[in-house]
T-cell receptor, first 118, second 113 residues
Framework: GAVVSQHPSRVICKSGTSVKIECRSLDFQATTMFWYRQFPKKSLMLMATSNEGSKATYEQGVEKDKFLINHASLTLSTLTVTSAHPEDSSFYIC??????????????FGPGTRLLVL | AQKVTQAQTEISVVEKEDVTLDCVYETRDTTYYLFWYKQPPSGELVFLIRRNSFDEQNEISGRYSWNFQKSTSSFNFTITASQVVDSAVYFCALRYQGGKLIFGQGTELSVKP
């Protein structure tokens, strides 16, 4: 069964609105969750690392105020795309792992959320 | 710098053919992990295998097999007797001591009946 869920699976919104995407770790408590972005026919690009109870760590070039991440519990992380614009349209995928950020841990991915900003 | 290269952008085979997906990686770390994920048209990444840098033993799981060779920094993936359901994008990934998962560009495999 699914280890990680995401909601919604698809969302269409008007330019200027904010969209919240939820990522839930179903099988285990996840101290760390990750948010990725994937453009069509492209690879996954890490946007940020979400740590429960602390601020997220953003990758270079990712706007913190644009992509708000909250990791309020060990099973839920949310990504809010604020004031969305058409260029934010993409496939957003989250992942979770057991334990601390450790090189040996396997990341399990959610089904992704397709965002279309009109 | 850490890098994963999947030189094959697209591969098309006919059902029952064997196919090998190449993956070459770069890292200076001595401890690292390599992964393969499958992304079907639905979009969800499915974990296939994890291999640590100290274990060069090849692995076979059903029709899937993996060949890890540190001497050439490669971690290739072979599907034997391919099936239409194998059609997907396959990603090779590297995780090093910095903790981040670095993905290759992906190989789109199309298996035709």
């Amino acid at each position: 069964g699914a280890v990680v869920s995401q909601h919604p699976s698809r969302v269409i919104c008007k330019s200027g609105t904010s969209v919240k995407i939820e990522c839930r770790s179903l099988d285990f408590q996840a101290t760390t969750m990750f948010w990725y972005r994937q453009f069509p026919k492209k690879s996954l690009m890490l946007m940020a690392t979400s740590n429960e109870g602390s601020k997220a760590t953003y990758e270079q070039g990712v706007e913190k105020d644009k992509f708000l991440i909250n990791h309020a519990s060990l099973t839920l992380s949310t990504l809010t795309v604020t004031s969305a614009h058409p260029e934010d349209s993409s496939f957003y995928i989250c992942s979770s792992q057991r334990g601390e950020p450790a090189v040996r841990e396997t990341q399990y991915f959610g089904p992704g959320t397709r965002l279309l900003v009109l | 710098a850490q890098k994963v290269t999947q030189a094959q952008t697209e591969i098309s085979v006919v059902e029952k053919e064997d196919v090998t997906l190449d993956c070459v990686y770069e890292t200076r770390d001595t401890t690292y992990y390599l992964f393969w994920y499958k992304q079907p048209p639905s979009g969800e990444l499915v974990f296939l295998i994890r291999r640590n840098s100290f274990d060069e033993q090849n692995e076979i799981s059903g029709r899937y097999s993996w060949n890890f060779q540190k001497s050439t920094s490669s971690f290739n993936f072979t599907i034997t007797a391919s099936q239409v359901v194998d059609s997907a994008v396959y990603f090779c990934a590297l995780r090093y001591q910095g903790g981040k998962l670095i993905f290759g560009q992906g190989t789109e495999l199309s298996v035709k009946p």
